[in-house]
């Protein structure tokens, strides 16, 4: 399906990292009983955005000519990219683990912060970055709107953003019927329906539920928009004790690259 192309939202001022509860505000119900009477937030979607450390720079720069030399060299795997390149394989960062240990750890790190803000209670998680890919896309190039099947959590990391809104990103309310109220004015005002525009900055990861439906508008400047799109397998294992974080290799057997 075609993405309708509206103009992406101003760049949120954002402290670092930050968990977004989008479309509704209150933390999971999970099976408590329900008050009569009172009013209970439901189905929220954590989103975490963690912003580029002092030091990114050095790190984009590095990845961005890797990724445009891979780019004019090797095969296009384009799956929801139109009009740009998206690299082979399934798991990039874990092509050349020496050069792209410092993107991966980012990575790795945007994935903790938002399973710590996000998992209430304590326990044991199992983590691996089970694919991930490059995107290069030139001017009026754009991403369809998809998903990640398959996977549990879902993110990017941002190499090149040149021009004001080049690395917008639209996340799509996944309840479908949102929008439906006869009044619009009232379902504007509850979040229903209303699709959130985020416009992100060169080093800035962000990390999503791989099931948040999400596409990416065009950009329209002269220079190419780059980034790594990832996906993760996350193992939960509730307990009493602070939640730890740990990563498994990669590199080991599963994961894909698979997009609706």
């Given at each position: 399906?075609?993405?309708?192309?509206?103009?992406?939202?101003?760049?949120?001022?954002?402290?670092?990292?930050?968990?977004?509860?989008?479309?509704?505000?209150?933390?999971?119900?999970?099976?408590?009983?329900?008050?009569?009477?009172?009013?209970?937030?439901?189905?929220?979607?954590?989103v975490t955005?963690?912003?580029?450390?002092?030091?990114?720079?050095?790190?984009?720069?590095?990845?961005?000519?890797?990724?445009?030399?891979?780019?004019?060299?090797?095969?296009?795997?384009?799956?929801?990219?139109?009009?740009?390149?998206?690299?082979?394989?399934?798991?990039?960062?874990?092509?050349?683990?020496?050069?792209?240990?410092?993107?991966?750890?980012?990575?790795?790190?945007?994935?903790?912060?938002?399973?710590?803000?996000?998992?209430?209670?304590?326990?044991?998680?199992?983590?691996?970055?089970?694919?991930?890919?490059?995107?290069?896309?030139?001017?009026?190039?754009?991403?369809?709107?998809?998903?990640?099947?398959?996977?549990?959590?879902?993110?990017?990391?941002?190499?090149?953003?040149?021009?004001?809104?080049?690395?917008?990103?639209?996340?799509?309310d996944p309840?479908?019927?949102?929008?439906?109220?006869?009044?619009?004015?009232?379902?504007?005002?509850?979040?229903?329906?209303?699709?959130?525009?985020?416009?992100?900055?060169?080093?800035?990861?962000?990390?999503?539920?791989?099931?948040?439906?999400?596409?990416?508008?065009p950009h329209?400047?002269?220079?190419?928009?780059?980034?790594?799109?990832?996906?993760?397998?996350?193992?939960?294992?509730?307990?009493?004790?602070?939640?730890?974080?740990?990563?498994?290799?990669?590199?080991?057997?599963?994961?894909?690259?698979?997009?609706?």
């Amino acid at each position: 399906m075609r993405p309708l192309l509206v103009p992406v939202a101003p760049h949120l001022q954002l402290c670092l990292p930050l968990t977004l509860l989008l479309l509704c505000t209150g933390a999971s119900a999970g099976k408590r009983s329900l008050d009569d009477g009172s009013l209970h937030q439901l189905w929220s979607t954590p989103v975490t955005l963690v912003e580029a450390s002092g030091d990114a720079q050095e790190l984009t720069t590095k990845l961005k000519e890797k990724l445009l030399e891979m780019a004019s060299t090797l095969p296009d795997d384009s799956k929801s990219n139109v009009g740009g390149w998206q690299s082979t394989g399934t798991n990039l960062l874990h092509s050349e683990p020496k050069f792209f240990s410092a993107a991966l750890k980012l990575c790795q790190d945007a994935i903790t912060s938002h399973l710590k803000q996000s998992i209430s209670g304590g326990g044991q998680v199992v983590a691996k970055v089970a694919a991930s890919w490059a995107n290069v896309n030139p001017g009026g190039a754009y991403n369809r709107m998809h998903t990640h099947p398959q996977s549990d959590l879902s993110g990017v990391l941002y190499v090149s953003c040149p021009g004001d809104a080049a690395c917008g990103i639209e996340l799509v309310d996944p309840r479908p019927m949102a929008s439906a109220q006869r009044s619009e004015s009232l379902h504007q005002s509850l979040d229903f329906g209303v699709d959130k525009g985020l416009r992100m900055k060169e080093g800035d990861v962000i990390v999503f539920p791989s099931w948040l439906s999400h596409w990416v508008p065009p950009h329209w400047d002269e220079l190419e928009r780059i980034s790594i799109a990832f996906n993760a397998e996350i193992d939960f294992r509730p307990g009493d004790e602070p939640l730890q974080v740990r990563f498994r290799d990669g590199r080991e057997s599963g994961g894909s690259k698979a997009e609706l």
